[in-house]
């Protein structure tokens, strides 16, 4: 059935004029007076709904019994990610989602390739978080994962977020994820940029409480690693047990 994110209250019997975004994929996909269509907001519900009309330029529905599905993973799982060029960045956010990551920061590092800052910053974040949007009416999760403001490594270290664990991605790393005794419900993983975090970086890291998490004996790519560790943790302590 399709899903359709929506920036507004919804209501059972509530009459809605759908957004113009969300008319154009209607049309799109050809649905008629009468389909039905799911819509979410955010709260963690989902609100099933039947197509009453459609124009060129308007779509009404009416909106259905609230239904409180969950789709959230029981490990809460936070993604530092190093700003990485190309598509890379959107497509670690895409996956990520589809994982069941729940916030990404995304940080500038030393040997991040893209630099934004000010307007250029605020408008990359909001397409990002856009990219979120369109990943949970893709993969059915009714609670968005926020993307917050864009921080600098040294920023970033200075939150001291709290955390069970807080991981960082290193092939110079010792530590694994099966060495772990006790399993954690919160955890915050951090991944370098094309090429890594610089061993000053690094170093900065692990002072300020960050453990080293290697993956194996490959090097992988920014985005594959990030990925990876995220699907093992979901296998060791998530919902893909």
Known sequence: MPRFYVRTLLG???????PDAVVRHIQVLRLQAGDALTLF??????????LLSLGKRDARCLIGERSETSRESP?????????SSGD????TLQKG????VSVFQPLSTERSIVRLSG???????????????????????????????ILTLRE????????DAQLVLSPLGERRLADMATAPSRVWLMAGPEGGLSAQEEAQSLD???????????????ETAALAAVAAMQTLWGDYR
């Open 75 to 83: 490990l809460w799982l936070g993604l530092a990610q190093a700003i």
């Open 41 to 50: 907001n955010g709260d963690g519900c989902e609100y099933p709904a039947t």
């Open 156 to 163: 970033w270290l200075a939150e001291l977020p709290a955390a």
């Open 208 to 222: 300020a409480g960050w453990q080293a998490l290697k993956l194996g004996p490959r090097i992988l790519r920014t």
């Open 97 to 100: 989602v589809e994982m069941g």
């Open 119 to 149: 307007e250029r910053a605020q408008k990359r974040v909001e397409r990002w978080q856009e990219i979120v949007l369109s990943a949970c009416e893709q993969c059915g999760r009714n609670t968005l994962p926020e993307v917050r403001p």
């Open 12 to 18: 059972a019997g509530q009459e809605l004029s759908l």
């Open 88 to 91: 890379r960045m959107e497509f």
